[in-house]
């Protein structure tokens, strides 16, 4: 059964068509690219699957259940983690407090729980921190659990958002440019963790890339996005040889 | 310029060090029975003393009152202070080390309750010694006391959440109230509500049930200013909590049965200072349980990034109610105290200067800490009271001083510093 299904989506911002027509199919444990220039939509995409803007037009599924309409606590309870182009940590909190953070929707304690610090506590909260210590430990950095984000180099902070975005229990994975910023070095650590990741997790995962190379080796289909529209469908060879991507593309070395 | 303060300073410093550091050593446990006999020395050598060095009678808060009122005998306090406090408690901090460590390592193997309780006594004793030798000294007590809760629960909107919100005073007012028109009508004969409907001993169950209810209707009270942060934040909501300040304040003006402007007095004298530190202890503890798990921590990552932590499951809109209502609370039971200690009150009580008060604890303190709360509350009442004498000027001073704080250390004294009671019983070596 299909995972994510989303069907003619299109998506105004004021007079701006940022979206338009979008569909998408999504199986259980695939790895789906979306790539596509600057200002394509690609992040909207994001944002509207994940509830932060409700879409003008279309529905949208997570193993048949609609997103449209939930609050974006409500969609990433149903199963679906995102990372941000643009890294949203919170400044004043440790890597660790950040992991556990995300099992928020598992908490049973209640406020009683909180307010009196009762045993169901104690137990539950020692759970999600073994939890969060493993996903630190898949993405690699466990050794920074006691540390504060604002210290911490770009590259272990998109990692340290990917393994909260685990914390959800997520059955699909939202990557946005998870490589943004990162040198060749890091980019080829990434490229290994999201391998890793999936290996052990078998979580589907839907990313957003720039770089051509990235997405070939990684995913089993990718989109291609232009001005709001999918122009060209189909796994990274098709993709890569499409015509109309080239085009798109045009001016740009495919291999950055 | 840093650079040459640090090179002129740092032998000073490192002297300073050499000398603090056989006190880094000092368990919790040894702190508290130097306090206790330094208050039962005061007790016992106080006035005797106090005469002989010409002061005439104990200074009642370390001389601070002193200071301001009469300069002369600064000298004579600076002796006094040195005689009663510091040697007796530095003294048994270095005697009783070895001692106190092992003893706080002992307590430690039953369950943390025990020790918890055994350091709340000796703190308890050492407060109701100190606070016998007047009358003045322990109104002042107990309203320290207090104001450490109330800074507490604003921490918890302003600090752990971050909203600049100015609706504390209107929590007081309605906690100060709800709690006085329960205790003024069963059990005063009084002019407003008419005689007593019980005349026993009820205080005991009454008083926890009405601070409750006042805390409950503050509470409630609160979701006026909840419910529009859930989509507003910033500025629009600072202005929506003062507007909501200013309402309740004329609300109680306009309401005849609990006075109106005249205000509502002569409530039972049932907030001593047992009942007082019980309260406090509590709040302290519920509230420091709560920002310390994760569903309170959902606070924090709502004030430093409200998107990110909807995407990672957090319900913000519960999470601010409950932070809301949870702060109003605690602001409300406060607010109840606070009425039976001073045993009056009117509504220009809880007006734009308990909002400069409050304010001012919680942001000299510290945001998001509960040692933040306790530094600012003690260290505002304490030089509220030093600058008394200044009448209208203090309230020059003190802004000037919070003006100050901002401009040095925006975010307070003690910031964000998790408050671990295991870590403060704890030995130390
Ligand atoms: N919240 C918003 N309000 C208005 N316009 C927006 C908003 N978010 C994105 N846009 C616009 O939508 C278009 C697509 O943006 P985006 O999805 O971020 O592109 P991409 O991620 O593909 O680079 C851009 O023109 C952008 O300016
Ligand atoms: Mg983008």
Known sequence: ?256 | MAVKTDSFTAPTKRRLATFWQPYTRVAMLSWLTGALVAAILEQLVGRPLAFMLGLGKVPVLFGLVIILKAPLLIPGVIVYVLLIYILPIGLIARLTTKLGNKLAAELLRYPMLVSTVVHLVLLYATLQIWGNINDYRNLVLRLTLISVLITLSLNVINGYMGEFSCSHPGFLALGAYGASAVTVSLFVNDNLFGPAVFTGNWGWIIFPFSLILGGIIAAIGSLVVAIPSFRTRGDYLAIISLAFTFIIKSFIENLEFVGGPRGLSSQPDWANLPTVFIWVVVGVWVINNFVRSTMGKALNAVRDDEIAADAMTVNTRRTKMVAFMFSAFWAGVGGGLFAHVLRYVNPSTFGIQKLAEVLAMVYFGGLNSVYGSIVGAVGFNLLSEALRPLEIFKWIIIPVLLILIMIFRPTGLVAFKEFDVHQIIAPKE
């Not at chain 1, 909190?93 to 929707?105: C, G, K, P, Q, T």
């Not at chain 1, 493993?134 to 920074?144: I, R, S, T, Y």
Request: hydrophobic share 40%.
């Open chain 1, 1 to 256: 059964m299909t995972l994510l299904h989303v069907q003619n989506m299109t998506h105004y911002f004021g007079g701006l068509r940022a979206v338009y027509n979008y569909n998408l199919s999504i199986e259980p444990g695939e790895i789906r690219g979306l790539i596509g220039p600057n200002g394509a939509g690609k992040s909207t995409i994001f944002n509207l699957l994940t509830g932060v803007h409700t879409p003008t037009e279309g529905e949208a599924t997570l193993n048949g259940v609609s997103l449209i309409g939930k609050s974006p606590h409500e969609i990433a309870a149903m199963g679906i983690g995102r990372t941000f182009q643009n890294l949203r940590l919170w400044r004043h909190m440790s890597v660790l407090e950040h992991i556990n953070m995300a099992s928020y929707a598992h908490i049973t304690y209640g406020l009683v729980g909180a307010f009196f610090g009762t045993a169901l506590r104690q137990k539950q909260e020692a759970e999600i921190e073994e939890k969060s210590y493993h996903l630190l430990q898949l993405v690699g950095a466990d050794k920074f659990a006691d540390q504060n984000v604002t210290n911490l180099p770009y590259g272990i902070l998109r990692r340290i958002e990917m393994a909260r975005a685990l914390a959800t229990n997520p059955k699909i994975l939202f990557l946005d440019e998870p490589t943004a910023g990162m040198n060749p070095e890091e980019l080829k650590e990434m490229m290994a963790i999201i391998r890793h990741v999936h290996s052990e997790l078998g979580v589907a995962i839907f990313l957003i890339e720039h770089r051509m190379k990235f997405v070939m080796e990684l995913c089993d289909r990718v989109q291609t996005l232009v001005f709001g529209e999918v122009i060209a469908e189909g796994t990274p060879d098709e993709i890569q040889n499409n015509p109309l991507v080239i085009e798109a593309y045009l001016g740009k070395d495919l291999d950055t």
